[in-house]
Nanobody, 121 residues
Framework: QVQLVQSGGGLVQAGESLRLACVAP????????MDWFRQAPGKEREFVAG????????YYDDSVKDRFTVSRDAATLTVYLQMDRLTPEDTAVYYC??????????????WGQGTQVTVSS
């Protein structure tokens, strides 16, 4: 069973930064778009940001554009989500996923285990 392995996250104050990491198997890393989703308590899972496997093009939800940055390191098969100027509204469990890049979580094939991000005011 393919598993994406996440790290990072934690508790920070508003305005601070965090970086999440997601390691994927080589076949997944080089073949799928890599997306980040988040799910807050009582809410549906929502798209945050992503990167296409070909060309390194990135795409973001408007709520995080200009604050979050997706990048990847092919040498370590790792995708990163750099989160700057965090707000309490960013508090959620964050998931990395590999899929078709439609921004719909139902179209993601492989998932990380999730990591909690909590932003205090």
């Amino acid at each position: 069973q393919v598993q994406l392995v996440q790290s990072g996250g934690g508790l920070v104050q508003a305005g601070e930064s965090l970086r999440l990491a997601c390691v994927a198997p080589g076949a997944v890393f080089h073949s799928y778009n890599m997306d980040w989703f988040r799910q807050a308590p009582g809410k549906e899972r929502e798209f945050v940001a992503g990167m296409r496997w070909a060309g390194d093009n990135t795409y973001y939800d408007d709520s995080v554009k200009d604050r979050f940055t997706v990048s990847r390191d092919a040498a370590t098969l790792t995708v990163y989500l750099q989160m700057d100027r965090l707000t309490p509204e960013d508090t959620a469990v964050y998931y990395c996923a590999a899929g078709s890049g439609t921004r719909n979580p139902s179209d993601s094939r492989y998932w990380g285990q999730g990591t909690q991000v909590t932003v205090s005011s």
